[in-house]
T-cell receptor, first 113, second 111 residues
Framework: DTAVSQTPKYLVTQMGNDKSIKCEQN?????MYWYKQDSKKFLKIMFS???????INETVPNRFSPKSPDKAHLNLHINSLELGDSAVYFC????????????FGPGTRLLVL | GNSVTQMEGPVTLSEEAFLTINCTYT??????LFWYVQYPGEGLQLLLK?????DKGSNKGFEATYRKETTSFHLEKGSVQVSDSAVYFC??????????FGGGTRVLVKP
């Protein structure tokens, strides 16, 4: 029984395309996140939603748009993909926002050609 | 702002050797501290955590103690196995709920 799942696991696409990554958690958590891991393994937060409301929005190009249809899902849509978007994108969730432990999904490896 | 500094790898050692990965942090207030592990080709897994000074987190033979006086959270394991080969990330969580990660330390254990 997977706690935080992401689809797809791998995504290879051409520059200029639009793609989406989906995330679902079955932990009953209220808060979900997107992190980006670059080629040097550096991890940085992008967005966070609490109860479907955006609460963290880091300096990310507006080609990236998160959407949370309900508390258990947080999707990431990327428009006009660029080479520099190639990375591993991790979804995470936590019970709340009061410094709760965050649990991560398996990651989506995006390669833009 | 908040930051985490951990030793650069790779760290290469033999099976049954002692492992230490240093981690120091800068943060306002009293953050919670974490170690996450990423096995090859996999996602991030929580390894252990500590939420206040002098707390010791432990899991799978790994330990780390929250040292406020030295702002450190060093990871240790007494006898590593080949299966411990992975990238280890130190992280802190302060007000604002954003995890701040160190750069990761790759560990390679040879038989």
């Amino acid at each position: 029984d997977t706690a935080v799942s992401q689809t797809p696991k791998y995504l290879v696409t051409q520059m200029g395309n639009d793609k989406s990554i989906k995330c679902e958690q079955n932990l009953g958590h209220d808060t979900m996140y997107w992190y980006k891991q670059d080629s040097k393994k550096f991890l940085k937060i992008m967005f966070s939603y609490n109860n479907k409301e955006l609460i963290i929005n880091e300096t990310v190009p507006n080609r990236f748009s998160p959407k949370s249809p309900d508390k258990a899902h947080l999707n990431l849509h990327i428009n006009s993909l660029e080479l520099g978007d190639s990375a591993v994108y991790f979804c995470a969730s936590s019970q709340g926002v009061a410094r709760e432990t965050q649990y991560f999904g398996p990651g989506t490896r995006l390669l833009v050609l | 702002g908040n930051s985490v500094t951990q030793m650069e790898g790779p760290v290469t050692l033999s099976e049954e050797a002692f492992l230490t990965i240093n981690c120091t942090y800068t943060a306002t207030g009293y953050p919670s501290l974490f170690w996450y592990v990423q096995y090859p080709g996999e996602g991030l897994q929580l390894l252990l955590k500590a939420t206040k000074a002098d707390d010791k987190g432990s899991n799978k033979g790994f330990e780390a103690t929250y040292r406020k006086e030295t702002t450190s959270f060093h990871l240790e394991k007494g006898s590593v196995q080949v299966s411990d080969s992975a990238v280890y990330f130190c992280a802190l969580l302060a007000a604002g709920n954003k995890l701040t990660f160190g750069g990761g330390t790759r560990v390679l254990v040879k038989p």
